[in-house]
């Protein structure tokens, strides 16, 4: 039974989604890795669709930084195909993409060299003068981690990084991963905060920029009847599931250095945990709700040592199998990646947040590549009834399943009398849409998260304390898992759902995974 919004308008459906109350100030914005794959697919389809739907300065201008030739004109034709293709809306406005790609330049050059800065100042003081962006700047590293270190110094060498509270503003978003451990993440931190000061730090995880993710705080602090359910008196256990249909596509280098638990866990999942299991933030601003946040990853008992790992985590690796009909290889037949890799494409783990709220309801998480559909999931399992009314197993427990992507929305599954004499209980399903509730598309989570950069918004992301805080838990576990005696993953085959060991996890715990 869909929900129908209760206004008689809808909303513009290009709008709808991001406020247009406070269009940024002018800025330029520096995207290095300006070739990569992120601002061919991301960035700049997000920008465009933010020039299409007025949230974008008028002085706006950007400026794509890497090693390929390009003159501006070809980067600017480049990127209109890129547009043609990647664009949520469709088709390209042309008048707009005209009036967005006067503002598009491109510096072609080695990080390493300082002739690239030198060519990149001019570029910018041009732009300040033919766009007016007013010496705003925000530097995008859509670039892999490596490059942090010569980036930042690059930068702080050339002048290009102010000091906050300053008339003009600068500020860096760091795309993920942030840091391969714990005492990476730590000596990233120092060096980024040895330049600038976290004010101007933008750790990115593209998770928080999803609708449905930022729904779980108007979902659970927006409404009365959810928050006292919402703890160890009602809740018997979380699943949180980040299933995806695609392998590692042509990521083998990057995926055998990261694996599912940097590629996914660290970030994505934690994420979806840290919103599920908080308690509701002071006020509504990027510090208390990322004080809550922290918190959360705080309580949670870390996973060390190979005992504690046993009996908690299970990895895998996917081998040869179908996904939707059609053949595809095994993980350690994908290109780049090693013949003997132990590098998991699979995890499920079961953590415990030790907090008042929270003792006892355990947390189960799952992600994994070439699994049997792209789905991501917060299930809430509420406790069994007390007492058999209507027979022994006839009524299960009820569940409220936020949808995170795909068909996002959220639903409650509870038990009712199938219609005839008997009092027979079966579950049914009360479904909040997004499609059909607000008939409009979402933004892209990029498009949100450059806007709120671009603003200097930075609740939707990751702190210093925060990110550093979710290593600390990952990184037990990696200590253990890479240990040169550690056992490898448990294969599965592609297009099942994981090994199956991960559904002897739960099974010890009288439990099961959902199949969604
Ligand atoms: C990225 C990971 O951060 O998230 C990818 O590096 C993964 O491996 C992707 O496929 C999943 O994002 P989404 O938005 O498709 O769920």
């Keep these: 039974m869909p929900y129908a919004p209760e206004h008689d308008e809808l909303p513009n459906p290009l709008r709808v989604g991001l406020r247009a109350d406070s269009v940024p100030e002018p800025c330029a914005l520096v995207v290095f890795g300006a070739s990569g794959d992120l ?4 960035l700049i389809p997000a920008l465009y669709n933010l020039a299409l739907t007025a949230h974008l300065p008028a002085a706006l201008g950007v400026v794509g930084v890497s090693k390929s030739e390009y003159t501006h004109e070809q980067y600017q034709e480049d990127m209109r195909e890129a547009v043609g293709q990647f664009s949520r809306t469709k088709p390209v406005d042309e008048d707009v993409w005209r009036d967005f790609a006067g503002g598009l330049r491109y510096v072609p050059g080695a990080f390493d060299d300082d002739s690239t800065f030198q060519r990149l100042a001019g570029t910018l003081e041009e732009l300040d003068r033919a766009r007016a962006t007013r010496g705003n700047r925000l530097f995008y590293f859509a670039t892999p981690p490596s490059t942090f270190p010569v980036l930042l110094r690059q930068l702080q060498k050339h002048r290009m990084i102010r000091p906050p509270g ?3 503003f600068t500020r860096v978003v760091i795309e993920k991963p942030f840091g391969r451990d714990l005492a990476s993440a730590r ?4 060096m980024v905060l040895e330049v600038m000061d976290e004010r101007q730090i933008f750790r990115i995880d593209h998770y928080l920029g999803k609708e449905t993710v930022q729904n779980l705080l108007v979902f659970r602090f927006g409404n009365t009847i959810f928050e006292p359910i919402w703890n160890r008196n009602y809740i018997d256990h979380v699943q949180i599931t980040a299933a995806e249909e695609l392998g590692i596509e042509s990521r083998g280098r990057y995926y055998e250095e990261a694996g599912i638990l940097r590629d996914m866990i660290q970030n994505h999942v934690l994420q979806l945990v840290s919103l599920t299991a908080m308690e509701a933030p002071a006020a509504f601003d990027a510090d208390a709700v990322r004080d809550e946040k922290v918190k959360v990853l705080r309580t949670i008992s870390p996973l060390e040592g190979p005992e504690a790992v046993a009996q908690r985590v299970v990895l895998g690796q996917y081998t040869a199998g179908q996904i939707a009909g059609n053949d595809v290889p095994g993980y350690r037949e994908e290109k780049d990646v090693a013949k003997g890799s ?15 709220r929270w003792d006892g309801v355990p947390f189960y998480l799952r992600s994994g590549k070439r699994l049997p559909k792209r789905l991501t999931e917060i299930a809430i399992q509420f406790r069994k009834l007390p007492h058999a009314l209507f027979g022994e197993g006839a009524a299960a427990p009820n569940t409220l399943i936020v949808r995170v992507q795909p068909e996002e929305g959220i639903a409650l599954r509870f038990s009712a009398k199938v219609p005839g004499e008997r009092y027979r209980p079966r579950t049914v399903s009360m479904d909040f849409r997004y499609g059909t509730a607000f008939a409009a598309a979402s933004p892209e989570a990029y498009e949100r998260l450059l806007l709120d950069a671009l603003r200097g918004d930075q609740t939707l992301f990751t702190r210093k304390d925060e990110v550093e805080a979710a290593w600390k838990l990952v990184d037990g576990i990696l200590q253990t898992i890479e240990a040169p005696d550690a056992p490898p993953p448990f294969p599965y085959e592609a297009g099942s ?3 199956r060991e991960s559904d002897e996890l739960l099974g010890r715990d009288g439990r099961a995974w959902r199949r969604p």
């Design 39 to 42: 601002a061919h697919r991301k």
């Design 166 to 168: 300053e008339a003009r």
């Design 187 to 190: 000596a990233l931190n120092r």
């Design 342 to 356: 132990r590098t998991p494409t699979f995890a499920a783990i079961k953590l415990n947040v030790d907090s008042w």
């Design 497 to 499: 759902w994981g090994p």
